[in-house]
């Protein structure tokens, strides 16, 4: 594994006619947490989104970008945070946490886990990118205080699809049914993924986690490599300009005739003369 990236390991349970995908991402929920200057719960809510849009891109059947993207309610104007997105693409995710300006201090004391940050119910949205024709967008509603709760939902409701999650502030474990999996083969791989321990959930090796699948004949069936990496330059910040009328460019340009502009995924900063605009 190259440094500062972290492996999802692909898995079959031959004998429950069931596939998955594990990543403790480590590095990844660590140069988030330190891109966008996060700590506490808004940091492992980051932390979940970007794996869970990993694990999700994983199962995509060829996919080329995963997108993962949690707004608060209408209802809820006052939430703290107002949007977490997570994009992934084969080998880097990347993401940003959308404070609602003038109230970042406000979060719910009476709610738990995301609902204390976002309010609920919760807008869920995604778009599975194929490479090829239009790309599937959905979005659902859910009422949960769980992210593992909405990304089922989410499963459910729009792919249709019978899988169950776990996921902790660096580790996303996913099982999903393949054909053949009666509802006999689902409750045993079900129940060996229940079995593991909150502990070894929180520390264990993803090698060491499969093992609770071992009276299913777990099979490892391919590894990829995960990084935080934005691919953000001076030529694509100058393109997204372009949207701007003549008029706005020149209000946001400094004496100097040059635009700074930030991006919000990784948080580098550009200094873009208007003649390039």
């Keep these: 594994m190259a440094k500062n990236t972290d492996t999802l390991i692909r898995f079959l349970l031959p004998e429950a006619h069931t596939r998955g995908a594990i990543i403790r991402g480590t590095h990844i929920t660590d140069t988030a947490t330190s891109v966008h200057g996060l700590s506490g719960i808004p940091s492992e809510m980051m932390g979940k989104t970007l794996l869970a849009s990993i694990v999700l891109l994983s199962v995509s059947k ?22 977490i997105l997570a994009e992934a693409r084969p080998g880097h995710v990347r993401g940003y946490l959308n404070w609602q300006e003038n109230h970042a201090g406000h979060r719910n004391e009476q709610e738990t886990g995301i609902s204390a940050w976002m ?23 859910h009422d949960s205080e769980y992210l593992a709760d909405h990304i089922l939902h989410y499963l459910n409701q729009s792919v249709q699809v019978q899988a169950d999650i776990i996921l902790t502030p660096n580790l996303a474990l996913f099982i999903e049914a393949m054909p053949g999996c009666d509802e006999s083969d689902w409750f045993e791989a079900v129940k060996a993924m229940a079995a593991i321990s909150d502990d070894a959930l929180s520390k264990d090796e993803p090698e060491a986690l499969l093992h609770a699948f071992d009276d299913l004949k777990c099979k490892i069936v391919g590894r990829d490599d995960y990084s935080y990496e934005c691919g953000c330059s001076v030529k694509k910040m ?25 991006c919000q995924y990784c948080s580098n900063h550009y200094t873009i003369p208007l003649d390039n605009i």
């Design 62 to 83: 060829g996919g080329v970008r995963q997108i993962l993207q949690l707004d608060s309610h209408p209802s809820q104007p006052h939430a703290p945070i107002n949007r």
């Design 238 to 262: 100058a393109d997204a300009l372009t949207t701007i009328t003549h008029d706005e460019l020149q209000d946001l340009a400094d004496e100097h005739g040059n635009i700074t502009v930030s």
């Design 119 to 141: 309010g609920r119910p919760l807008h869920i949205s995604t778009v599975r990118d194929m490479g090829f024709g239009t790309p599937y967008v959905s979005t659902i509603e």
